[in-house]
């Protein structure tokens, strides 16, 4: 076996950032382990009610009309129930009028009142790593899914921390997950991560033999058409260009 390091080569980070002028928020300690909702109430100034569901808008549904986004997010309701539900039952964080042709935003948190509680999640609540006044890190384990599925909805990091990632980590890959709660935020670390000034580094175990200590991959990536996991990612010559950094750690 052998361990490797990769790095997203990046650009120098950008002057700006917006957790340099952090508004008054209850602190958190770092190794705090964070139940489900509480990361909302703490962050974005609310008090989590159980009998209301929140969806944060990912950037996979960014421009996404909102009826179709509670489609997705609510695969059990008709779409003549989410129709009805929009006209009385459903309300967007940042205090827009909810309409059935609203584009959404990266950012948005859409909230839908409904009789019954938000299921339970069937994994630990995750570890805050770091956090800022509308932001966090937690250290997401390998298993658990960072945005909501149809398969199992409600059993994921985002319907759960009722916050939206800022980006993705792949369902059973471990590591630091940062998660915003303002949509003013999630536009500044969106642009950061477009921008390439966020560096990323994974570690990985790889079988086989790597030639080199030191290497790097210059290969555009996009959605691997031949997987039957939906979002994951490969090398595709239509992708966006990506450039990696991969050195090896140690050799077994």
Same mark, same amino acid.
């Given at each position: 076996?052998i ?23 209850? !602190?958190?300690? #770092? /190794?705090? /382990? ?6 909302? +109430? ?10 209301? !569901?929140?969806? &944060? $808008?990912? !950037?996979?549904? @960014?421009? &996404?009309?909102l ?8 695969? %059990? ?16 964080? /940042?205090?827009? +009028?909810a309409?059935?042709?609203? %584009?959404?935003v990266?950012g !948005? ?6 009789? $019954? #509680?938000? *299921? ?5 609540a995750p ?11 937690? =250290?997401?384990? &390998?298993g658990? %899914? ?5 398969? =199992?909805?409600?059993?994921?990091l ?7 990632? &800022?980006?993705?980590?792949? @369902? ?8 915003t ?5 999630? @536009? *500044?670390?969106?642009l950061a ?19 080199? =200590?030191?290497?790097?991959? =210059? +290969?555009?990536?996009? %959605?691997?058409?031949?997987? @039957? ?24």
């Amino acid at each position: 076996m052998i361990f490797v390091s990769s790095s997203v080569v990046s650009t120098p980070p950008a002057p700006w950032c917006p957790y340099r002028q952090p508004r008054a928020a209850t !602190e958190l300690h #770092p /190794s705090t /382990s964070l139940p489900s909702h509480s990361i909302a +109430a703490r962050v974005l100034g609310v008090t989590a009610q159980p009998e209301v !569901e929140a969806y &944060a $808008v990912t !950037e996979a549904y @960014r421009g &996404a009309r909102l009826d179709r986004f509670l489609q997705a997010m609510l695969p %059990r309701m008709s779409r003549a129930a989410i129709q009805q539900a929009i006209g009385c039952r459903v309300r967007l964080a /940042s205090g827009s +009028a909810a309409k059935a042709a609203r %584009r959404l935003v990266v950012g !948005e948190v859409v909230t839908i009142a409904v009789t $019954v #509680p938000v *299921a339970a999640a069937t994994f630990a609540a995750p570890k805050a790593l770091a956090r800022g006044a509308f932001w966090i890190v937690v =250290d997401k384990p &390998a298993g658990v %899914r960072c945005t909501p599925s149809s398969r =199992d909805p409600g059993n994921d990091l985002t319907t759960q921390l009722c916050m939206a990632p &800022a980006h993705r980590l792949d @369902r059973f890959t471990s590591g630091c997950l940062l998660l915003t709660g303002e949509r003013g935020t999630a @536009r *500044a670390f969106d642009l950061a991560f477009r921008s390439h000034s966020i560096t990323k580094t994974y570690v990985a175990v790889v079988e086989g033999r790597v030639l080199r =200590d030191q290497f790097a991959i =210059d +290969a555009p990536l996009g %959605r691997d058409p031949r997987s @039957r996991i939906h979002g994951k990612v490969g090398v595709d010559a239509a992708g966006v260009a990506a450039s990696t950094w991969v050195e090896v750690l140690a050799r077994a």
